[in-house]
């Protein structure tokens, strides 16, 4: 029984194997296992990678190495658990390497910050709340990168100060710094508008998750012989 490619890709994303379990089933040669994680991380990932990009297609392009050299560096990973962050730290220099930088973040002063949205689930305000979430992605947007690039990491997809500043090779405390000065600056560009769920920007969903996927899976596939 064939089911529609979405459903088996959100199947995949809930499937109750750990980090862990996943990874030893891959290592013992079950290639296929790999989607489980590819399911489970795109949509992190991706905007992770679109943060220091800056460009939908190019992050896609990051991502999908960075899936691959994850894929052949598997087992080199001493702490399978540790894995979310092992990848975030991957994506990040993919994405980098993609854009010709060093993986360094210049700190640039912006003069404001935002307090934490809250979702408004009007059944009415749907119009609007997509107007909204443009809004709040143009202006993360606008950001400096440094900026940019730790609030999609801290409110967009809720990854910890720690693991945030492992994937950026910075201090915790930069991080701290540069969130504060990050939603400062988004609470001035918005002028308080911002009414809408973080969770919503950047999403990486439907035929897109299914084309990194497969393209992913196929390449993990022929390396995996």
Not at 14 to 37: H, K, Y
Not at 121 to 132: I, K
Not at 194 to 207: K, N, R, S
Request: glycine share 4%.
């Amino acid at each position: 029984m064939n089911q529609p490619a979405a459903a088996s890709g959100a199947a995949l994303a809930l499937d109750p194997a750990t980090d862990a379990e996943v990874i030893a089933e891959v290592l013992a040669g079950a290639s296929a296992r790999f989607e489980v994680l590819l399911r489970r991380y795109n949509q992190r990932l991706f905007r992770v990678a679109r943060s220091v990009l800056h460009d939908d297609a190019e992050a896609e392009d990051a991502l999908q190495q960075a899936y691959v050299v994850a894929f052949t560096r598997l087992s080199q990973l001493d702490n399978p658990e540790s894995f979310r962050g092992w990848m975030t730290r991957i994506t990040v220099r993919e994405a980098l390497r993609l854009r010709g930088s060093r993986p360094t973040l210049s700190l640039v002063e912006p003069s404001s910050g935002l307090d934490e949205p809250t979702a408004a689930p009007d059944p009415e305000g749907g119009a609007l709340r997509s107007e909204l979430r443009a809004l709040l992605e143009n202006a993360i947007d606008t950001l400096p990168e440094a900026y940019r690039t730790v609030v999609v990491m801290r409110d967009v997809q809720e990854l910890s100060t720690r693991e945030t500043a492992d994937a950026l090779d910075v201090t915790e405390e930069a991080v701290r710094v540069r969130l504060h000065r990050a939603r400062r600056a988004l609470r001035q560009r918005l002028e308080e508008r911002t009414d809408v769920a973080l969770g919503d920007v950047f999403a990486f969903a439907g035929a897109r998750c299914d084309r990194i996927s497969k393209t992913v899976l196929a390449i993990v596939e022929a390396i995996g012989g």
